[in-house]
């Protein structure tokens, strides 16, 4: 069963891309600026070198074998295995080479033309493996393009060299890959071979280690040395003695064996004190796990003009958010949508628009939407400061100009008092009010729910029911493929760069008879693999933000659990040549579909702090 995903807009191909920064548009992967090393960095240089000939040179003898030949699945596996030993620099060099190389097997719509190119890559070659379906010079281009993917990584890897800024940056994120693409199937999603590969990457990061740092290591600290070995050699044994993919448990691996793991890493990088993080990544290179409250970086997800607001810009924010002045007809605030009794939601199918009438679509939650790259359920904001301003200048929302400000405020020595604390005075612009509003949505992060406690061992409170659901979530239901841990979104790792899009066919009611018309993304470029495409929306806090869907169609979780097992909407029998969703039912018995639901439900992390004045949206009112 394929799950193929849609990956947002790459706007290039080949080989022609050698810069080992992501486009402009994107947040950027700056040169390195480490100062010099004690540490030799040759041995493990030539190994990622090594690896990405020998997988170069695996494609070569594939394309010499039939596609329905026994031995080309082996031959391919051992291509795979090399790329992923050499995927850690290589990707870091060239992020879109290094995702598209080792993406999902979708179409690309360019950038300039707009033209839809067909899906080449390590997991395209794979489809037509397993499945066929494709002619034999179809199936030879793809190992051709493949290849020219891989020889882009090699020139890169070539002509860069490795420095602790990179080695730690590019392992860092190759353990994120392991928890969030490796172990849920993403990265192979036909073959399975997601725990095969997981014992090539940690088998390749010992061995990379150990050709680099590790002497530095032992002359600082030999019982880290041993205690990071141990670490890797019992996650080895834990993946041998358990090798069912569909039984594997994920949460006890990556609880007791990715997270020590994990905790030795950071250790590692802080003994070893030749690198000082940069703050211009996603992660929090400190935090000793990637469910910690901390584990993300804020000011990667925020514009630049927006980053490290002061208290006073948050103050007036949280201010400005329970504020119906800010609309044209003073009835309408923030909170009006976004209400934090209900989740920072507001529990209704679609809110009311400044006039009374139902609004297109439902209310997200505001809960860690700060880690996102898309906003609107049709993405058609890349941040937050953009997302607030498209309210304010909603004839349906707010109806106010962004460059003109609300002369009630104006009026109010307390606000120009603060405006004065926040920004050294008022522009008389309203951007300066959406980005203290955006400030403020900032803070309102949840990371401290009971998955996230027990995923981290400081508990030892999950059910065997929550359990099985997590399990099932990451593998059989293939909920992580899309709602990526830990975030559950749909911001891709391990770059952050993109936020998913998905065509799975929301009907229009819950009788599920007839597809909803709403046309989502299909806006931005007018292709019909768009049509129905939406944003991959977060998973936590999901059993509190009832309804469901960019539409609200759904009023339970059981409602939603059953469409997916159903298919989606292709699966239900609606027309749907381009939805993102495997048509195949997922054959989730009721106690399956139960325990998923039980898991959801232990996302919840909605204590986020807030007055009890605002608790209400009509006091704001």
Same mark, same amino acid.
Request: hydrophobic residues 35%; negative net charge; glycine residues 6%.
């Given at each position: 069963?394929?799950?193929?995903?849609?990956?947002?807009?790459?706007?290039? /191909? /080949?080989?022609?891309?050698?810069?080992?920064?992501?486009?402009?548009?994107?947040?950027?992967?700056?040169?390195?600026?480490?100062?010099?090393?004690?540490?030799?960095?040759?041995?493990?240089?030539?190994?990622?070198?090594?690896?990405?000939?020998?997988?170069?040179?695996?494609?070569?003898?594939?394309?010499?074998?039939?596609?329905?030949?026994?031995?080309?699945?082996?031959?391919?596996? #051992?291509?795979?295995?090399?790329?992923?030993?050499?995927?850690?620099?290589?990707?870091?060099?060239?992020?879109?080479?290094?995702?598209?190389?080792?993406?999902?097997?979708?179409?690309?719509?360019?950038?300039?033309?707009?033209?839809?190119?067909?899906?080449?890559?390590?997991?395209?070659?794979?489809?037509?493996?397993?499945?066929?379906?494709?002619?034999?010079?179809?199936?030879?281009?793809?190992?051709?393009?493949?290849?020219?993917?891989?020889?882009?990584?090699?020139?890169?890897?070539?002509?860069?060299?490795?420095?602790?800024?990179?080695?730690?940056?590019?392992?860092?994120?190759?353990?994120?890959?392991?928890?969030?693409?490796?172990?849920?199937?993403?990265?192979?999603?036909?073959?399975?071979?997601?725990?095969?590969?997981?014992?090539?990457?940690?088998?390749?990061?010992?061995?990379?280690?150990?050709?680099?740092?590790?002497?530095?290591?032992?002359?600082?600290?030999?019982? /880290?040395?041993?205690?990071?070995?141990?670490?890797?050699?019992?996650?080895?044994?834990?993946?041998?003695?358990?090798?069912?993919?569909?039984?594997?448990?994920?949460?006890?691996?990556?609880?007791?064996?990715?997270?020590?793991?994990?905790?030795?890493?950071?250790?590692?990088?802080?003994?070893?004190?030749?690198?000082?993080?940069?703050?211009?990544? !996603?992660?929090?290179?400190?935090? !000793?796990?990637?469910?910690?409250?901390?584990?993300?970086?804020?000011?990667?997800?925020?514009?630049?003009?927006?980053?490290?607001?002061?208290?006073?810009?948050?103050? /007036?924010?949280?201010?400005?958010?329970?504020?119906? #002045?800010?609309?044209?007809?003073?009835?309408?605030?923030?909170?009006?949508?976004?209400?934090?009794?209900?989740?920072?939601?507001?529990?209704?199918?679609?809110?009311?628009?400044?006039?009374?009438?139902?609004?297109?679509?439902?209310?997200?939650?505001?809960?860690?939407?700060?880690?996102?790259?898309?906003?609107?359920?049709?993405?058609?904001?890349?941040?937050?400061?953009?997302?607030?301003?498209?309210?304010?200048?909603?004839?349906?929302?707010?109806?106010?100009?962004?460059?003109?400000?609300?002369?009630?405020?104006?009026?109010?020595?307390?606000?120009?008092?603060?405006?004065?604390?926040?920004?050294?005075? $008022?522009?008389?612009?309203?951007?300066?009010?959406?980005?203290?509003?955006?400030?403020? $949505?900032?803070?309102?992060?949840?990371?401290?729910?009971?998955?996230?406690?027990?995923?981290?061992?400081?508990?030892?409170?999950?059910?065997?029911?929550?359990?099985?659901?997590?399990?099932?979530?990451?593998?059989?239901?293939?909920?992580?493929?899309?709602?990526?841990?830990?975030?559950?979104?749909?911001?891709?790792?391990?770059?952050?760069?993109?936020?998913?899009?998905?065509?799975?066919?929301?009907?229009?009611?819950?009788?599920?008879?007839?597809?909803?018309?709403?046309?989502?993304?299909?806006?931005?470029?007018?292709?019909?693999?768009?049509?129905?495409?939406?944003?991959?929306?977060?998973?936590?806090?999901?059993?509190?933000?009832?309804?469901?869907?960019?539409?609200?169609?759904?009023?339970?979780?059981?409602?939603?659990?059953?469409?997916?097992?159903?298919?989606?909407?292709?699966?239900?029998?609606?027309?749907?040549?381009?939805?993102?969703?495997?048509?195949?039912?997922?054959?989730?018995?009721?106690?399956?579909?139960?325990?998923?639901?039980?898991?959801?439900?232990?996302?919840?992390?909605?204590?986020?702090?807030?007055?009890?004045?605002?608790?209400?949206?009509?006091?704001?009112?």
């Amino acid at each position: 069963m394929k799950k193929i995903v849609f990956q947002g807009i790459l706007g290039l /191909l /080949l080989v022609s891309f050698n810069s080992c920064k992501v486009d402009s548009s994107k947040k950027e992967y700056v040169e390195d600026r480490s100062p010099a090393s004690p540490v030799d960095w040759g041995l493990a240089h030539g190994f990622y070198l090594k690896n990405i000939n020998e997988s170069i040179g695996w494609l070569d003898s594939l394309a010499r074998l039939p596609m329905e030949s026994k031995e080309a699945k082996l031959v391919f596996s #051992k291509a795979r295995n090399a790329f992923k030993r050499a995927e850690p620099f290589g990707a870091y060099l060239n992020p879109e080479i290094g995702h598209r190389a080792n993406g999902p097997a979708l179409p690309i719509l360019t950038d300039d033309s707009q033209r839809v190119l067909q899906p080449v890559g390590l997991q395209k070659i794979e489809e037509s493996l397993f499945e066929g379906e494709v002619a034999e010079t179809q199936y030879q281009k793809e190992i051709n393009v493949t290849k020219g993917l891989l020889n882009n990584l090699k020139t890169n890897i070539e002509k860069r060299e490795l420095t602790a800024q990179r080695f730690f940056i590019a392992t860092h994120q190759q353990l994120m890959r392991i928890i969030s693409l490796g172990i849920s199937g993403f990265d192979t999603p036909v073959s399975l071979w997601g725990l095969e590969e997981t014992l090539v990457s940690l088998k390749a990061l010992e061995e990379v280690y150990t050709l680099s740092i590790k002497n530095l290591i032992l002359k600082k600290d030999r019982g /880290l040395d041993e205690a990071f070995h141990k670490s890797i050699a019992e996650a080895e044994r834990f993946i041998e003695e358990n090798p069912n993919f569909m039984e594997f448990d994920r949460f006890t691996f990556i609880r007791d064996y990715m997270n020590p793991i994990t905790r030795h890493w950071v250790e590692i990088r802080r003994t070893a004190n030749i690198w000082d993080p940069v703050d211009n990544k !996603p992660f929090n290179f400190d935090a !000793p796990t990637f469910f910690e409250e901390d584990a993300f970086n804020l000011d990667f997800f925020t514009p630049s003009v927006n980053q490290n607001p002061n208290p006073e810009r948050i103050a /007036l924010g949280k201010r400005l958010f329970f504020d119906p #002045k800010l609309s044209e007809n003073g009835k309408m605030a923030c909170v009006s949508c976004h209400n934090p009794s209900k989740a920072w939601a507001d529990g209704m199918v679609v809110n009311l628009d400044k006039n009374g009438n139902p609004l297109q679509r439902n209310t997200p939650t505001l809960i860690n939407s700060a880690f996102q790259q898309a906003f609107f359920w049709d993405g058609r904001s890349p941040n937050l400061l953009d997302q607030i301003s498209s309210v304010f200048t909603n004839d349906k929302e707010f109806d106010s100009s962004i460059h003109q400000f609300d002369t009630e405020i104006l009026q109010d020595s307390s606000y120009v008092e603060q405006f004065k604390q926040a920004f050294g005075g $008022i522009s008389g612009r309203n951007t300066q009010v959406i980005k203290a509003i955006s400030s403020y $949505i900032s803070t309102l992060n949840g990371f401290n729910s009971k998955f996230d406690k027990n995923i981290r061992g400081e508990e030892d409170t999950f059910t065997e029911e929550e359990k099985l659901g997590f399990n099932l979530y990451m593998g059989k239901a293939l909920c992580a493929t899309c709602h990526f841990i830990p975030l559950t979104n749909g911001t891709v790792p391990p770059f952050f760069n993109d936020h998913e899009k998905e065509v799975i066919g929301v009907p229009e009611t819950v009788a599920n008879q007839q597809l909803d018309d709403d046309l989502g993304f299909y806006w931005r470029f007018e292709m019909d693999l768009h049509k129905g495409m939406f944003k991959t929306p977060t998973v936590r806090n999901a059993d509190v933000t009832a309804p469901y869907m960019h539409n609200g169609v759904y009023r339970t979780l059981e409602e939603v659990m059953d469409f997916y097992n159903e298919g989606g909407g292709g699966g239900m029998g609606f027309d749907l040549e381009y939805q993102t969703l495997p048509f195949d039912e997922l054959n989730l018995t009721i106690e399956e579909q139960n325990a998923i639901i039980a898991f959801m439900r232990t996302l919840t992390d909605n204590k986020v702090p807030y007055d009890e004045a605002y608790s209400e949206p009509n006091k704001a009112l």
